[in-house]
C-alpha cells in the first residue's frame, strides 16, 4: 500500500545533541512538509519542499534542518539550536493542486 | 494565524449526526476548504475538501455556505471511534504552502 512512513516512532535524545527524523513517501508526491505539534495545540509548519533539491522554511524553521535529494525522502535534523525540541512531529506529502495532504503517524521527540 | 474559527469541542450522542461549523469569512475566490481529524498521537486523517458546492464522500459531507464565508462538516452516523480533534483549513488551489492548522473541535462521541 502507499503511504508515508515516519520512523522511528519515539526517539529520545540528551540536549546538545542533533537528530534526524525520517520520513519516506512511495506516493510519488512531488510536495513534503514537516509539521511540529506541540500538546493541545495545531500544527506549525517547519519546512516544506515543492521539488528534489528545493524547499523553503515555514513559520518556525529555527533550529532545524532538511534536505530533498529525492523524491521520495524528506529527512529533518533536529540541531542543538532549537531551544524546545521535545515534541510531536508530522510529515506530510501531496501531489500539485489542491489536493490534500497525506500524513504520516508521527515522531514523538523527547530531549532531556 | 489560522484563517478560520472553530468552536474547541462538542459533544454528539453514537448514532445520531454530528455537525462541526466552521467559520472563514476571509475567504478568498480561490481558496478551498479541507477538513482533517486527529486520533491521539496519529497524523491527521483527510476527510473532505470543497470550493463552492457541497460535497459528500464515504467518510461525510461538507456544507459550504452560499457566501462561502462559513461551512459545516456532517458525520451522518457518528460511532465512538469518529471521536477527535477535527480541524477545518482554507488553502489556496494549486499552492503547495502552508497549510495553516488551528486548535481544531474536540468532538467527544458518547454511548
Known amino acids: 500500500d502507499g503511504g508515508i512512513t515516519q520512523s522511528p516512532k519515539y526517539l529520545f535524545r540528551k540536549e546538545g545533541q542533533n537528530v534526524t527524523l525520517s520520513c519516506e513517501q512511495n506516493l510519488n508526491h512531488d510536495a513534503m512538509y514537516w509539521y511540529r505539534q506541540d500538546p493541545g495545540q495545531g500544527l506549525r509548519l517547519i519546512y516544506y519542499?515543492?521539488?528534489?533539491?528545493?524547499?523553503q522554511k515555514g513559520d518556525i524553521a529555527e533550529g532545524y534542518s532538511v534536505s530533498r535529494e529525492k523524491k521520495e525522502s524528506f529527512p529533518l535534523t533536529v540541531t542543538s539550536a532549537q531551544k524546545n525540541p521535545t515534541a510531536f512531529y508530522l510529515c506530510?506529502?501531496?501531489?500539485?493542486?489542491?489536493?490534500?495532504?497525506?500524513f504520516g503517524n508521527g515522531t514523538r521527540l523527547t530531549v532531556t | 494565524d489560522a484563517k478560520t474559527t472553530q468552536p474547541p469541542s462538542m459533544d454528539c450522542a453514537e448514532g445520531r449526526a454530528a455537525n462541526l461549523p466552521c467559520n472563514h469569512s476571509t475567504i478568498s475566490g480561490n481558496e478551498y476548504v479541507y477538513w482533517y481529524r486527529q486520533i491521539h498521537s496519529q497524523g491527521p486523517q483527510y476527510i473532505i475538501h470543497g470550493l463552492k458546492n457541497n460535497e459528500t464522500n464515504e467518510m461525510a459531507s461538507l456544507i459550504i455556505t452560499e457566501d462561502r464565508k462559513s461551512s459545516t462538516l456532517i458525520l451522518p452516523h457518528a460511532t465512538l471511534r469518529d471521536t477527535a480533534v477535527y480541524y477545518c483549513?482554507?488553502?489556496?488551489?494549486?499552492?503547495?504552502?502552508?497549510?495553516?492548522f488551528g486548535k481544531g473541535t474536540k468532538l467527544s462521541v458518547k454511548p
Open positions: 519542499s515543492q521539488i528534489v533539491n528545493d524547499f
Open positions: 506530510a506529502s501531496s501531489i500539485y493542486g489542491e489536493k490534500p495532504l497525506h
Open positions: 483549513i482554507v488553502r489556496e488551489g494549486g499552492s503547495q504552502g502552508n497549510l495553516i
